[in-house]
């Protein structure tokens, strides 16, 4: 039984998220396919994501929901006082004169359609402590119809995989530099055999000249798994996994429709990083459209606003396979 987990895990990372062989505990936490908006954009959601699907992407971008309208306003206040009235957009007066919303509610849900039958749901709900956020979510992956082999390679009819990770996250502000971090516990089953764990995320967010903002994510600290099952095949230890380390940029000129975006994601068990690029233009203020490449795969999708609504969709290309991943994204704001 030892032999076949391995054997499923290691299947199930290549085929759904093409990782490397090992280490593979818990990898699933790695499916970069929560909110359709940041992965129409490439996957580059590391400084672009500034609503309920930071808690993937990185734990620091919550806190741009809370009551945007307050740093407007510090904003505009501090201009005025420098006599730098010239550089107070019209933007900036737009958001001023919008009433204040002291708290409120997000819920989020995301949900993906991979090719080989495999699927991945995400929900969420978050709200404010003043200017910090406070959020719950869980993301869930599984995959059908996995060919089950003995240590010989004997076909022993089909099997299934499943993982699924909590998280508590939480962002705040430290000076004009926001934080986060996710606490992650983490549940498996492979071929009938269960396995629990944990990891955690931290990331910062900083903006730099109201131009290019940067976030620094390090994904699954800590993470591994044991078992939960008992089976006398099975070595009872914990199983550690590897963390992952993503540095992400967006520019944005003041004033613009357009925000560019890429991140390097190095999965610490690589000798190699990636690069993904994206780019996304608001054509109306309730639309937008985006595009991007994502491990050299075409991403691209739109979303559209209206009410307390906002619903994203995406699409990627999957070179490999040939096929097409889908992910609809829904987030409310009451």
């Known amino acids: 039984m030892k032999i076949i987990k391995i054997t499923l895990l290691t299947?199930?990372?290549?085929?759904?998220?093409?990782?490397?062989?090992?280490?593979?505990?818990?990898?699933?936490?790695?499916?970069?396919?929560?909110?359709?908006?940041?992965?129409?954009m490439g996957c580059t959601g590391e400084a672009t994501a500034e609503d309920i699907f930071?808690?993937?992407?990185?734990?620091?971008?919550?806190?741009n929901m809370a009551d945007k309208k307050l740093s407007v306003e510090q904003d505009v206040r501090e201009?005025?006082?420098?006599?730098?009235?010239?550089?107070?957009?019209?933007?900036?007066?737009?958001?001023?004169?919008?009433?204040?919303?002291?708290?409120?509610?997000?819920?989020?849900?995301?949900?993906s359609m991979l090719d080989a039958d495999r699927q991945i749901v995400f929900g969420a709900a978050a709200f404010n402590i003043k200017r910090n956020v406070l959020a719950f979510g869980i993301s869930s992956v599984y995959s059908g119809g996995i060919e089950k082999r003995d240590s010989s390679g004997n076909y022993e009819g089909e099997t299934f995989y499943s993982g699924s990770a909590g998280y508590i996250s939480y962002g705040y502000y430290l000076k004009s530099t926001s934080v986060g971090f996710s606490i992650k516990p983490l549940y498996e089953t492979v071929d009938n055999q269960t396995y629990a764990g944990?990891?955690?995320d931290v990331g910062i967010k900083t903006e730099i000249f109201k131009l290019v903002k940067i976030g620094f994510v390090f994904q699954d600290i800590g993470i591994g798994l044991y078992p939960v099952s008992h089976d006398e095949?099975?070595?009872?230890?914990?199983?550690?996994?590897?963390?992952?380390?993503?540095?992400?940029?967006?520019?944005s000129p003041q004033n613009s429709n357009f925000v560019a975006s890429s991140s390097i994601i190095k999965k610490l068990e690589s000798d190699d990083a990636l690069l993904n690029f994206g780019i996304k233009y608001t054509?109306?203020?309730s639309f937008a459209v985006a595009a991007g490449f994502s491990e050299n795969n075409f991403t691209g999708g739109c979303k559209i606003g209206f009410s307390i609504f906002e619903i994203s969709y995406s699409l990627v290309l999957d070179n490999i396979d040939d096929n097409y991943n889908n992910t609809v994204s829904l987030m409310m704001v009451f």
């Open 198 to 200: 944990g990891s955690a």
């Open 54 to 63: 930071a808690m993937y992407w990185n734990p620091a971008g919550l806190v």
């Open 11 to 40: 299947a199930v990372s290549l085929m759904s998220f093409k990782l490397t062989a090992a280490p593979n505990a818990a990898a699933f936490t790695r499916v970069n396919q929560i909110g359709a908006e940041y992965v129409a």
């Open 233 to 251: 095949n099975i070595n009872e230890r914990y199983e550690r996994g590897s963390s992952t380390a993503r540095v992400g940029f967006a520019i």
């Open 79 to 111: 201009k005025a006082k420098n006599g730098e009235i010239d550089q107070i957009t019209e933007e900036d007066l737009k958001n001023f004169s919008k009433p204040t919303k002291k708290n409120f509610f997000v819920f989020g849900s995301s949900a």
């Open 283 to 285: 054509v109306y203020d």
